[in-house]
């Protein structure tokens, strides 16, 4: 588990899963699982990715943004990356995509927040695996580390099952395994030793 709570100067949480604590007293959080795709001194930035969108997929999205599809897109749901800029999209996938305007999450990770990635999911160079998200989650100076400090989160390694696995209910469940955690053994009251 890798939980940073001094010198974040040297190991910001880029490419690091989040995962809710119980009790973590906001709704639009319970049980997420959030990958963590830009962390500095300023900010934090990441998206939820176990919260579909009911009823939204990536070839619906597609095409209400008069996307002309080549190939086939992916049937996955759309995702709910958080309650900011919720009309904002972002979509997060493997690195053998990548445009100028893409971030490095990871060696293996990228996030695109531009048309050219939507043409290129419904055109005939799609990243091998992509996830769209609507909106992120993010957090101001300090804001992380604090909630990190006051056990909102945990923190464990990412791999590619959790982030573009199609099962949502089960992601906060298997990313607490990951640690060896039985999630029904976790109080929602927080303490400190």
């Known amino acids: 588990m890798a939980l940073i709570l001094e010198g974040m100067e040297a190991s910001f949480l880029s490419g690091q899963l989040l995962i809710a604590m119980p009790g973590i007293g906001d709704p639009r959080f319970e049980r997420a699982l959030i990958l963590i795709c830009a962390h500095d001194h300023q900010h934090a930035m990441g998206l939820a990715l176990n919260r579909p969108v009911e009823g939204l997929t990536v070839p619906d999205l597609l095409e209400r943004l008069e996307i002309t599809s080549e190939a086939e897109a992916p049937e996955d749901l759309v995702l709910l990356g958080g309650p900011v800029e919720r ?27 531009t048309r050219d990635v939507l043409e290129a999911m419904g055109g005939s160079g799609p990243p091998r695996r992509s996830i769209l998200a609507l909106g992120y989650s993010g957090w101001g100076a300090g804001q992380l580390e604090l909630e990190i400090r006051e056990n909102v989160w945990l923190t464990c390694e990412a791999d590619e099952s959790l982030i ?9 469940t298997r990313a607490l395994a990951k640690l060896g955690i039985d999630p029904h053994r976790l109080s929602s009251a927080a303490g400190h030793a």
Do not use: C, M, N, P
């Open 87 to 113: 009309e904002r999209g972002f979509v997060l996938h493997t690195a053998d995509y990548a445009s100028e305007h893409s971030i490095e999450v990871t060696d293996a990770l990228t996030l695109t927040a």
């Open 164 to 172: 573009f696995g199609s099962d949502h209910e089960q992601k906060w």
